[in-house]
């Protein structure tokens, strides 16, 4: 069980690893952040205004859309494995993080209500460890992220059926 | 078994009942749904003769009568029922007892004593054998008239079982008001063993659980997010001060103190994964017990305090281990189930825990001996058992009508009744540890 999650881990740092990569050739949103100057050395200055990388509100923007990007990942009952179908914006998170060496996150893991709390709080803190170790591998640093578990305790919905139960077992990931 | 039948407590016990409701906010309510029938002993709880000074105050009688119901060992004849109202030993008549089928009976008077104290004086008869087998006088102050009511369900119960009765002592819970929404309120509550006279020990914001006893019941430990980070913290019931004992980074759970209440079992994930650590409370030093990659969680101690049992997925699903505390060494006792946790070792060696069958959680007892595993519960969603400290009955919680609420049921699984709250989701009880709320005076 431990080799399976390791290879897991290692299968989702080779995505970001992929994807980082891909990011790279393309021509890279540059850093808009006065205070966060190009810590990144591949980071060229433009001179027209950059898109901002976060609204008013201080969350991110997605690059692709103009809007505000995906903070809340969803997880299977019991499970902590990442949905594949996340990783694309995980790495955009990533990329902010990276040029923005300023920011810092909190991760919130959250489960549904099934199961006993205790448990739950435990596994709440895997899902939340799993997007910060695929944050981490894909280059952020560990010290711009803090994640904490609220297990059941603060359901998304207050149901108690599949439709709420699968709202509730998420991952929030909020900047600061 | 029984047909499942509901009735409201408060319609049968009349107007004292619903006058101590009203009087004492928050109090939880109580519902049979089923009651007991592995032959019940019948008895007559007979009204008290009350002291022309004291008639505004709820008769013992029905408190007593309550707390016998709320057992199941004992079906209290009703009051329409009975044939005569004696108060005294010379006014009791047998027969009248005979003829109902009682084979016991409690007469009793209260009394305003010289001294300002509140008195209740009783006389328990064996009605087949003719005999007055006990006399007691219980005092109090007046805002103990409850205590003393279950002194006396104490006493009786003590003398026909043979077991000490658990009736004046306390549960803790968490209410959560508001849930979900921006109003959200937390807090951990108070009341005695019936569910009356709850207080509030501590509200917050921000979500509280895992509520534990220290073994003298003078303080409670339990899971805070005020720090909007889970951390333990102690508490005083009584002064109400608190004390944070754990803030690591990661995880701070589980709190459970050890039965010589010299330590807390609890669970830290600061070294990365949750492990099961105990902390010496004098000096605050922590031995790690677990070392796992797995979840280790949900520690609580055997009554003799020498093993830790705890739930772990090692196995890849939550299973129930212990842990030899001398030599570390460790083994599963759960085997039948993908689920089960949290559980609370009685004093005979047997456990009660969580227990999921074809997706639904119910609380399970399991003899260690024979590897036989009783489900107790019949709703879903049931969770956080707590044995009363004379191991009769358990309290759990689980969700009715929507709503969060207590359910108490026998070890037997044979009473079932449920406390819900009219202010919110009640969940996650501790049954105190015998307490004697009259000493002391």
């Known amino acids: 069980m431990f080799t399976e999650r390791l290879t897991n881990l290692i299968a989702i740092a080779l995505v970001g690893l992929v994807l980082t990569g891909c990011a790279g050739k393309k021509s890279q949103p540059t850093d808009a952040g006065a205070d966060t100057v190009s810590a990144a050395p591949t980071t060229t200055p433009i001179e027209s205004a950059p898109?901002?990388?976060?609204?008013?509100?201080?969350?991110?923007?997605?690059?692709?859309?103009?809007?505000?990007?995906?903070?809340?990942?969803?997880?299977?009952?019991?499970?902590?494995?990442?949905?594949?179908?996340d990783l694309a914006v995980l790495e955009i998170h990533a990329q902010l993080l990276s040029r923005n060496t300023g920011k810092t996150v909190v991760i919130e893991g959250h489960c549904d209500e099934r199961g006993t709390r205790e448990y739950n709080l435990a596994l709440g803190e895997r899902r939340a460890n799993a997007v910060k170790s695929f944050l981490t591998s894909a280059g952020v640093a560990a010290s711009q992220i803090e994640s904490v578990s609220y297990g059941e305790e603060r359901a998304e919905d207050p149901g108690h059926d599949e439709s709420a139960w699968s709202r509730n077992r998420r991952a929030i990931v909020t900047y600061r | 078994?029984?047909?499942?039948?509901?009735?409201?407590?408060?319609?049968?016990?009349?107007?004292?009942?619903?006058?101590?409701?009203?009087?004492?906010?928050?109090?939880?309510?109580?519902?049979?749904?089923?009651?007991?029938?592995?032959?019940?002993?019948?008895?007559?709880?007979?009204?008290?003769?009350?002291?022309?000074?004291?008639?505004?105050?709820?008769?013992?009688?029905?408190?007593?009568?309550?707390?016998?119901?709320?057992?199941?060992?004992?079906?209290?004849?009703?009051?329409?029922?009975?044939?005569?109202?004696?108060?005294?030993?010379?006014?009791?008549?047998?027969?009248?007892?005979?003829?109902?089928?009682?084979?016991?009976?409690?007469?009793?008077?209260?009394?305003?004593?010289?001294?300002?104290?509140?008195?209740?004086?009783?006389f328990l008869f064996d009605v087949p054998g003719q005999r007055q087998i006990m006399t007691q006088k219980v005092t109090g102050r007046a805002d103990q008239w409850r205590d003393i009511a279950h002194k006396v369900s104490d006493l009786v119960y003590e003398k026909i079982t043979g077991v000490r009765g658990a009736f004046s002592t306390r549960i803790a819970y968490v209410l959560a008001q508001n849930e979900g929404t921006t109003r959200a309120r937390y807090s951990i509550e108070m009341s005695d063993a019936d569910g009356e006279r709850s207080r509030t020990i501590y509200s917050s914001s921000e979500p509280l659980m895992s509520v534990s006893w220290s073994p003298d019941a003078r303080r409670i430990a339990y899971v805070s997010f005020e720090t909007r980070r889970p951390s333990i913290v102690i508490q005083d019931v009584t002064t109400l001060a608190r004390e944070r004992i754990a803030a690591f980074t990661g995880i701070n759970s589980a709190p459970m103190f050890s039965p010589d209440g010299r330590q807390l079992a609890m669970v830290l994930s600061r070294d990365g994964n949750p492990e099961i650590y105990l902390m010496n409370l004098s000096?605050?030093?922590?031995?790690?017990?677990?070392?796992?990659?797995?979840?280790?969680?949900?520690?609580?101690?055997?009554?003799?305090?020498?093993?830790?049992?705890?739930?772990?997925?090692?196995?890849?699903?939550?299973?129930?281990?212990?842990?030899?505390?001398?030599?570390?060494?460790?083994?599963?006792?759960?085997?039948?189930?993908?689920?089960?946790?949290?559980?609370?070792?009685?004093?005979?060696?047997?456990?009660?825990?969580?227990?999921?069958?074809?997706?639904?959680?119910?609380?399970?007892?399991?003899?260690?001996?024979?590897?036989?595993?009783?489900?107790?519960?019949?709703?879903?969603?049931?969770?956080?058992?707590?044995?009363?400290?004379n191991g009769a009955m358990l309290m759990y919680a689980t969700q009715a009508r929507g709503k969060g609420i207590l359910g108490v049921v026998s070890i037997d699984g044979s009473v079932k009744y449920e406390l819900p709250s009219s202010s919110g989701d009640v969940r996650e009880p501790a049954w105190s540890p015998f307490m004697e709320p009259l000493a002391g005076r």
């Open chain 1, 51 to 85: 898109p901002a990388d976060f609204g008013a509100d201080g969350q991110p923007i997605d690059p692709r859309t103009g809007g505000p990007l995906n903070r809340t990942f969803y997880f299977d009952y019991d499970k902590s494995d990442l949905r594949p179908a």
């Open chain 2, 1 to 122: 078994m029984n047909t499942p039948r509901v009735c409201f407590t408060a319609l049968l016990f009349g107007w004292f009942t619903l006058l101590s409701c009203a009087l004492e906010a928050r109090t939880l309510d109580t519902i049979v749904i089923d009651q007991g029938g592995r032959n019940p002993i019948k008895i007559g709880v007979v009204p008290m003769r009350m002291d022309a000074t004291l008639a505004s105050m709820v008769d013992p009688a029905e408190i007593v009568g309550n707390d016998l119901t709320f057992s199941g060992q004992f079906a209290p004849i009703a009051r329409d029922n009975m044939l005569s109202m004696p108060a005294r030993p010379e006014e009791v008549i047998f027969r009248d007892w005979r003829i109902l089928g009682a084979e016991y009976v409690v007469v009793g008077q209260t009394a305003r004593e010289p001294t300002g104290s509140l008195a209740v004086t009783f």
């Open chain 2, 283 to 389: 000096d605050r030093t922590l031995r790690r017990l677990t070392r796992n990659p797995a979840i280790d969680t949900e520690p609580s101690w055997s009554p003799d305090g020498k093993r830790i049992i705890f739930t772990s997925d090692r196995g890849g699903k939550p299973q129930v281990y212990s842990l030899e505390l001398a030599t570390n060494f460790e083994e599963r006792v759960t085997f039948q189930g993908d689920y089960n946790a949290r559980a609370r070792m009685l004093d005979d060696g047997n456990l009660v825990f969580v227990h999921r069958n074809a997706g639904i959680f119910h609380i399970a007892w399991q003899d260690m001996r024979r590897d036989r595993v009783v489900v107790l519960t019949r709703t879903n969603l049931d969770e956080s058992p707590s044995v009363a400290p």
